[in-house]
């Protein structure tokens, strides 16, 4: 199986600089893939690698273009209250420990030894 190689080119529509990727069969390492960004030889990767390195780069342009990145909670994550809860108090960090859903405050998040239901409001994450 040959591969072709790929060109991705990613810029702020408004900005002069931007990234291109290059993308092409490593002609040095069976199985991996050589990535240049714009002249400079970034490196022979595995396929997840090249997926992180080019998701990084979109999410770089994404931000220069003033897209916001959020990422979504899940069960692990740590977080700090933004307000006064009963129980906890405004800055006061928890973990996540549940998520239901199906509820209203989906959220069971541990702080100390008190477990609490949140909504995605009353957190941010860590």
Same mark, same amino acid.
């Given at each position: 199986?040959?591969?072709?190689?790929?060109?991705?080119?990613?810029?702020? *529509?408004? +900005?002069?600089?931007?990234?291109?990727?290059?993308?092409?069969?490593?002609?040095?390492?069976?199985?991996?893939?050589?990535?240049? #960004?714009?002249?400079?030889?970034?490196?022979?990767?595995?396929?997840?690698?090249?997926?992180?390195?080019?998701?990084?780069?979109? *999410?770089?342009? #994404?931000?220069?273009?003033?897209?916001?990145?959020?990422?979504?909670?899940?069960?692990?994550? *740590?977080?700090?209250?933004?307000?006064?809860?009963?129980?906890?108090?405004?800055?006061?960090?928890?973990?996540?420990?549940?998520?239901?859903?199906?509820?209203?405050?989906?959220? #069971?998040?541990?702080?100390?030894?008190?477990?609490?239901?949140?909504?995605?409001?009353?957190? +941010? #994450?860590?």
């Amino acid at each position: 199986m040959s591969c072709k190689p790929v060109i991705v080119s990613m810029e702020v *529509t408004d +900005e002069a600089d931007g990234v291109v990727i290059v993308i092409q069969p490593s002609k040095r390492e069976a199985g991996k893939i050589s990535v240049w #960004l714009k002249d400079y030889k970034f490196g022979d990767l595995s396929m997840d690698e090249v997926v992180r390195f080019v998701a990084e780069q979109l *999410t770089t342009i #994404l931000k220069r273009a003033g897209y916001e990145t959020k990422k979504t909670p899940k069960v692990g994550d *740590t977080v700090i209250f933004k307000h006064d809860m009963p129980d906890v108090s405004a800055g006061a960090k928890g973990i996540i420990v549940d998520i239901e859903p199906d509820r209203p405050y989906a959220y #069971l998040i541990r702080v100390g030894d008190v477990e609490v239901f949140a909504r995605l409001e009353d957190f +941010e #994450l860590a």
